[in-house]
């Protein structure tokens, strides 16, 4: 009896967390619950990018489909939400493809520091055959892609000097991300890079566990970094895609209208979400001068950090798939024209 009830216990919460839980609604239908979590804050436009898709999803589906909300790592990190995913267990995580480099080594292209000049460029490579042959690497994983959504241009914040030239990088204890691409640029660059998940960042500044960080304009006001650093120097250095994520065991369960609806709102979402982040870093610039020094970096220094760094990513581009980085050149090139 006790065994019995046990296991029915058991499968009722198994189900649950395998398929999104599914209650009744008012009118006895089936209500499909969608746990979405992300790193960054409400306040940031991954959140507003969140709450939208929410707002389209669940109007489209009209209440059927219920995405609840997860904003600052509540749900855990990048990485962490992403395995959740994989195992059923959440069922929307939008993270930047960087830390899941371990995990899905092409993605590591989009790290190659200096590679994109605006952010018009970033969406053409990844919303086209570049950015989609990276999705499609995703059902094996256990991963289904429907978007990519801007993180955005990454700048160097820290406690020592501004930096200006490559060599102001020079022992600088730097939290990177989980990513061996950005691990090694910025050892070439003479910095002591230290990876970390994003959640931890804020104490590590603040104890002085590392000397700075590296993230987008929107972050460091979001995350309030200001209070624990003095420097914010505009090195542009690197550009950070988002991938809307969906746990593919969810996904498989789903009627064809209800995936269309995910993905249409991923991708509807994610034109606002954008639009939003590039409103944003400039606010978030003018916000900023107010509470930590700031210092331009001229093209011609970011050229020599380019250069510094060149070795690193000529290495990397022959781990990753020649085939695809050359394809992602030449049309960079065409853009360029
Ligand atoms: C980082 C990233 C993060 C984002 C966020 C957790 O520095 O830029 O801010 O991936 O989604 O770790």
Redesign the pocket.
Known sequence: GFLLMGLLFLSACGSNATQGGTKSNNQGNQTKVIKAG???NEDHP?GQGLLKFKEIVEEKSGGKLKVQTYFS?SLG??LKMTEALQGGTQEIT???T??LAGMIKEFSIFDFPFLFNTAEEADAILDGSVGNKLLKNLPEHGLIGLAYWE?GF?HVTNSKHPINTAEDFKGLKL????NKVHIDAFKQLGANPIPM???E?FTALESKTVDG????LA?IKS?KYYEVQDYLSLTKHVY?P?VFLVSKKFWDNLSPEEQQILKDAAVEAGKYQRELSREEDKKSLEELETKIKINEVSDEERQKMAEAIKPVIDQYAKEFGEELVNEMYSQLEKIRQ
């Open positions: 992300i790193g960054l991954q790592a990190d990048d939008i993270p930047s960087s830390p993180n990454r939290r990177t991300m989980q998940a994003f959640s960042v960080q590296e993230n987008p972050t995350n950070t988002f």
